[in-house]
């Protein structure tokens, strides 16, 4: 089968080859991968695996081979699936637990894309367990993640601010469901019970500075690559600020029903009810050559048709 293949000694440390077929176990179930996602873990993986593995958390595609234990869905169901590496080949192998069905109306490019940011934002927003009505802020609210959760965030009926990139279009954020943009965390008009940062650095001092009470940050990614230096203030609980928290996130934690998380949202896109970018697709020798030429990057789907 056709795979990207990390190479060491390569330039953008990936090849295209012809490999041998992936491992299924009895409780897997093989996939023609139709589309593959490309996640920032996914393109600091070509750097940490050894040479000759494939990358790629999440692939959508059709159930080749069903798991010979009986779980998961039958062969030619539609699927989109997670697991820690191999993704970015024509086939590959995941567990069924870890394998959604895809409805019609969503295209195979978005589910892939679906699993990581849709999935990230729900699960995160059942963490912060934040009442209707509670004000939540989202950083990072125009990429992938931040969409899902302003949408998300919105439609469970909280008060919903937003943080974005310099330059992104705030209207479009607004659109939907955050009542107001702001620069940072710090302009917050209000005490806010809970947050979800995808930025990480000074960004994450400042929500948690502006917790209320009892209010958590639940940090699911490190989109400014820079650190967070808090003061020793900032761990004060007096003047109504005690029993704030940050939590770490991680979405394939073991807690069960991720597949059917993931069903879920796959459904809300097809019906409309939740809207998605549409992200270009490159095939597997286009994603090699932009690897080398350093233009590959998190905004694209690698495909595999």
């Known amino acids: 089968m056709l795979a990207l293949v990390t190479a060491a000694d390569t330039p953008g440390r ?17 996939i023609r991968v139709r589309a593959a996602a490309v996640n ?21 595609g059709v159930v080749e081979q069903s798991a010979a234990d009986g779980s998961g869905p039958a062969v030619g169901t539609p699927v989109v699936s997670l697991s820690v590496a191999g993704a970015w080949a024509q086939y590959r192998s995941a567990p069924t637990t870890l394998v959604a069905k895809l409805p019609e ?22 963490d912060l367990d934040v009442p209707p009505g ?10 992938g993640v931040g969409r899902f959760a302003v949408q998300l965030a919105a439609s469970a009926g909280h008060r919903v ?17 955050a009542v107001d943009v702001l620069r940072s965390p710090a302009e917050a008009p209000v005490p806010l019970d809970g947050v979800i940062d995808v930025v990480g650095g000074p960004t994450l001092v400042e929500a948690f500075r ?21 003061d020793a203030e900032d761990f004060q609980g007096a003047g109504g600020r ?22 879920v949202l796959a ?39």
């Open 14 to 30: 990936v090849v295209a080859a012809e490999i041998a077929m992936p491992p299924v176990g009895p409780s897997d179930v093989l």
């Open 40 to 60: 920032p873990g996914d393109i600091v993986a070509t750097h940490t695996l050894e040479a000759g593995n494939v990358p790629g958390w999440v692939a959508a």
């Open 105 to 126: 109306g969503i295209s195979f490019g978005a589910a892939a894309t679906l699993f990581i940011h849709g999935g990230t934002a729900l699960r995160a927003l059942r």
């Open 134 to 143: 509670g004000t939540v802020l989202i950083t990072g609210a125009n990429g």
């Open 161 to 177: 601010y937003a943080t974005v990139r310099a330059g992104a279009d705030e209207s479009e954020v607004r659109s939907l469901g």
């Open 210 to 230: 502006r917790l209320d009470a009892g209010g958590t940050v639940i940090s699911v990614g490190r989109a400014s690559a820079q650190p967070s230096t808090f």
């Open 242 to 263: 005690h029993g704030r928290s940050i939590r770490t996130f991680y979405l394939d934690d073991g807690r069960p029903g991720l597949a059917q998380d993931i069903e």
């Open 267 to 305: 459904a809300q896109v097809a019906a409309g009810e939740l809207t998605m970018r549409t992200l270009p697709e490159v095939t597997a020798f286009a994603a090699v050559e932009q690897l080398k030429d350093g233009t590959f990057d998190a905004d694209r789907v690698i495909s595999f048709i």
